[in-house]
């Protein structure tokens, strides 16, 4: 059974970093996408970065573009969102998600739908 656990939210000042965690149990192999979302109150909810676990290749929203890093740790099957220069913009709920794919670049869809396991979020707020 495939799980994923996200922590690590918390409130900040603008300028302040985070670093979120999605620990991730039951998958079967590494052919896979690890992403983060995002929904904002009244918002869809739209994608952040993702990782392609074999291989490690990174794919990030153009507005995200050197403020945040996706990254793992195979050995302690975690995935990470470090954030930097988080601004009120930023404040949401973070979802960790995943979906099988043997093709790299379909980590960076956007489409909901197409990322088949989610965790229950976790709350990232910034003031200014």
């Known amino acids: 059974q495939v799980q994923l656990v996200e922590s690590g939210g918390g409130s900040v000042q603008a300028g302040g970093s985070l670093r979120l965690s999605c620990a991730v149990s039951?998958?079967?192999?590494?052919?896979?996408?690890m992403g983060w979302f995002r929904q904002a109150p009244g918002k869809e909810r739209e994608w952040v970065a993702a990782?392609?676990?074999?291989?490690?290749?990174?794919y990030y929203a153009d507005s995200e573009k050197g403020r945040f890093t996706i990254s793992q740790d195979n050995s302690a099957n975690t995935v990470y969102l470090q954030m930097n220069s988080l601004k009120p913009d930023d404040t949401a709920m973070y979802y960790c998600?995943?979906?099988?794919?043997?093709?790299?670049?379909?980590?960076?869809?956007?489409?909901?739908?197409?990322?088949?396991?989610w965790g229950q979020g976790t709350q990232v707020t910034v003031s200014s």
């Open positions: 990782i392609y676990i074999r291989g490690g290749s990174t």
């Open positions: 998600a995943a979906r099988y794919t043997s093709i790299g670049s379909r980590c960076s869809s956007p489409i909901v739908s197409e990322w088949n396991y």
């Open positions: 039951g998958f079967t192999n590494s052919r896979r996408c």
